[in-house]
Antibody, heavy 120, light 110 residues
């Protein structure tokens, strides 16, 4: 069974860059697309984008200027960077794996989430 | 900018039936948006309930069903149970590799 685990600093200062890594076990990142989703405290889910192991990406236009996703096949990991963070970027960040069935993609597996707080 | 709309909250009695919808601020939802639905309880990551409009994810009880109703995607729970008390989110494919979540619906079973 595939497992995903987010890791990274839980506290980031305003204007700095938030960096998270998702470690994947039980599967190879070369097999699927991988996403980052975040959830501000008490609010809904926001899709940030996806990355393929080739480096191909698609980003939510609302975050495109600040978000970078990448994949490292040698470590079976993929990563998220969000630049110029503000308090509004405080959220639980989830990594997730897409699956494909019946001509559709869906988010089949999720990590447990990592809370990142932006504060000085 | 397109917004995916969901009802903010619903209440249902145990054994009752409830239908949530997932719409667009501009236009209609169709099967071509490949609607998927996710259930989330507090402190837990979401889990897939429905994908590709009406396909139940592995292990999801048969009381959950998905459909297109008019110009919206819909998730119906027939015979609600106490552990269905959760938040429900829809996710739509908007083309060009872009996806948008709805704002979520809070379901209370009481």
């Amino acid at each position: 069974q595939v497992q995903l685990q987010e890791s990274g600093p839980g506290l980031v200062k305003p204007s700095e860059t938030l960096s998270l890594t998702c470690s994947v076990s039980g599967d190879s990142i070369t097999n699927y697309y991988w996403s980052w989703i975040r959830q501000p405290p008490g609010k809904g889910l926001e899709w940030l984008g996806y990355v393929k192991y080739t480096g191909s990406t698609s980003y939510n236009p609302s975050f495109e200027s600040r978000v970078t996703m990448s994949a490292d096949t040698s470590k079976n990991q993929f990563s998220l960077k969000v630049s110029s963070v503000t308090a509004a970027d405080t959220a639980v960040y989830y990594c997730a794996r897409w699956s494909y069935d019946n001509k559709a993609y869906y988010l089949a597996f999720w990590g447990q989430g990592a809370l990142v707080t932006v504060s000085s | 900018q397109t917004v995916v709309t969901q009802e903010s909250s619903f209440s249902v009695s145990p054994g009752g039936t409830v239908t949530f919808t997932c719409g667009l601020s501009s236009g209609s939802v169709s099967s071509g948006h490949f609607p998927s639905w996710y259930q989330q309880t507090p402190g837990q990551p979401p889990r897939t309930i429905i994908y590709s409009t009406n396909i139940r994810s592995s292990g999801v009880p048969g009381r959950f069903s998905g459909s297109i109703l008019g110009d919206k995607a819909a998730l119906t729970i027939t015979g609600a149970q106490a552990d269905d008390d959760s938040d429900y989110y829809c996710l739509l494919y908007m083309g060009n590799g872009l996806y948008i979540f709805g704002g979520g619906t809070r379901l209370t079973v009481l």
